[in-house]
């Protein structure tokens, strides 16, 4: 079963330290990966995606992700926090199982990112 | 440039009785979905649509209904409101384009049934 795990619930970081949110992934054949963020009374915005190429994709307001195959992670980084990185983060994976060209998102259940100032 | 639009932002309703979150997008995407997000669940996904006219199920589509009239609009239906589909609600858009597989959300309808 395809599946996307967040295993930390809350991340805190101090402001202009580096900052990790964990992501793994289960899917069968090669994964489609995205990061949304969620900023309080807001939807989800789009962040980065992985689709082929480059392990390191880089995105909105300075942040980046790693790819990695053989763990099947897709961690969100950023070199220094910033307070108003404060948000809910979340994790998905492309859902497959439909078949042809879908774009149904398996999330995972979301890492809420405190940076303190 | 309206992008996804989510009314009504919030709604109170009692057990049983209907009502219809409505979706609009001016971006002329294909692909519409509906997601409820629950506390420590993450998003989960309703029902979705690749076109007008063409409607399927998700993960969680029991109590809920949808149709796709237009390109523009989709919107959701519930029955028979049960406290159990207190939520918040989250309408998204994208095109069908596989290699373009961004989603953009609207600002969510908050639902409570007492």
């Known amino acids: 079963a395809q599946s996307v795990a967040q295993p930390e619930d809350q991340v805190n970081v101090a402001e202009g330290n580096p900052l990790t949110v964990k992501c793994t992934y289960s899917?069968?054949?090669?994964?489609?990966l995205f990061w949304y963020v969620q900023y309080p009374n807001r939807g989800l915005q789009f962040l980065l995606k992985?689709?082929?190429?480059?392990?390191l994709v880089k995105g909105s307001y300075g942040f980046e992700a790693e790819f990695n195959k053989s763990q099947t992670s897709f961690h969100l980084k950023k070199p220094s926090a910033l307070v108003s990185d404060s948000a809910l983060y979340f994790c998905?994976?492309?859902?497959?199982?439909?078949?042809?060209?879908?774009?149904?998102?398996?999330f995972g259940t979301g890492t809420l990112l405190a940076v303190q100032p | 440039n309206a992008g996804v639009t989510q009314t009504p932002k919030f709604q109170v309703l009692k057990t049983g009785q209907s009502m219809t979150l409505q979706c609009a997008q001016d971006?002329?995407?294909?692909?519409m979905s509906w997601y409820r997000q629950d506390p420590g669940m993450g998003l989960r996904l309703i029902h979705y649509?690749?076109?007008?006219?063409?409607?399927d199920q998700g993960e969680v589509p029991n109590g809920y209904n949808v149709s796709r009239s237009t390109t523009e609009d989709f919107p959701l239906r519930l029955l028979s409101a049960a406290p159990s589909q207190t939520s918040v609600y989250f309408c998204?858009?994208?095109?069908?384009?596989?290699?373009?597989?961004?989603?953009?959300f609207g600002a969510g309808t908050r639902l409570s049934v007492l």
């Open positions: 998905a994976v492309r859902d497959i199982r439909y078949g042809g060209a879908t774009n149904k998102l398996i």
């Open positions: 899917v069968s054949g090669n994964p489609y």
């Open positions: 992985y689709i082929t190429g480059d392990n």
């Open positions: 971006m002329n995407h294909e692909y």
């Open positions: 649509s690749v076109g007008a006219g063409i409607t």
């Open positions: 998204a858009s994208a095109t069908v384009e596989a290699s373009k597989n961004i989603q953009y």
